[in-house]
């Protein structure tokens, strides 16, 4: 399985970035695919995903409003849109996929069950997000 995440870059505060995961081997629309994020001197987050289940969405709350993710399973790739970006935004941004009975069984862990790092299968190598003040 390859995840190849793209689209990172430098941007000025305010302005916008379009990520973009493209997935290899593996069945893209049984697999739930998300964000995550790591920012200088912190754990790696959650950023936003998509439930393979039921297309549901979910978004850190923190980022609602300015994130937006979306998936095209016949090209087997995720997409975040980020706009109004902030500094605070700066980090190396993962995409991961998880087996579509592994999101039915981190349910248990609550609202937050998709931020669990350690229930997602395969991660990307990451890419790369600054913005500048």
């Known amino acids: 399985v390859q995840l190849q995440a793209s689209g990172g870059g430098l941007v000025q505060t305010g302005g916008s970035l379009r990520l973009s995961c493209a997935a290899s081997?593996?069945?893209?629309?049984?697999?739930?695919i998300g964000w995550f994020r790591q920012v200088r001197g912190r754990e790696r987050e959650g950023v936003s995903c998509?439930?393979?289940?039921?297309?549901?969405?979910y978004y850190d709350d923190s980022l609602k409003g300015r994130f937006t993710i979306s998936r095209d399973n016949a090209k087997n790739t995720l997409f975040l849109q980020m706009n109004n970006l902030k500094s605070e935004d700066t980090g190396v941004y993962y995409c991961?996929?998880?087996?579509?009975?592994?999101?039915?069984?981190?349910?248990?862990?609550?609202?937050?069950?998709?931020?669990?790092?350690?229930?997602?299968?395969?991660w990307g190598q990451g890419t790369l997000v600054t913005v500048s003040s």
């Open positions: 991961a996929a998880q087996y579509k009975f592994v999101s039915e069984g981190s349910k248990k862990h609550g609202p937050a069950w998709w931020k669990v790092t350690a229930d997602w299968d395969f």
């Open positions: 081997g593996l069945t893209f629309d049984d697999y739930t």
């Open positions: 998509i439930d393979s289940n039921d297309g549901a969405t």
